[in-house]
């Protein structure tokens, strides 16, 4: 996804073993944040560092459009992803 800073990245299953990684490294990138995860996660997500940290059985993304999308836990259709993306953006 080549993420810079002031990016805005989605890390959607955040909470997993591959989701926590993709949350430290686009931190070490300057990239904003958000992290969706599970509510077992949500703390763990915050202490990584995330910018925004979201307990999927509960709170919703709305109309929030990123630079890039991480979807490692299949929650959602591809379709979903692509219109989370803003124009240019990489899933």
Known sequence: ???R???S???AGAGGGVGTM???IAKAHGAEVTALGGPRSVELL???GADRV???T??????????AVFGVNGHHPLGAYRRMLKDGGTY
């Open 5 to 7: 800073p002031g990016q």
């Open 22 to 24: 993709l949350v430290q």
């Open 9 to 11: 990245v989605l890390v």
């Open 58 to 67: 509960k709170d919703a993304l709305g109309d929030a459009r990123f630079d």
């Open 46 to 48: 915050r202490s990584l």
């Open 1 to 3: 996804a080549k993420v």
């Open 54 to 56: 979201l307990d999927r």
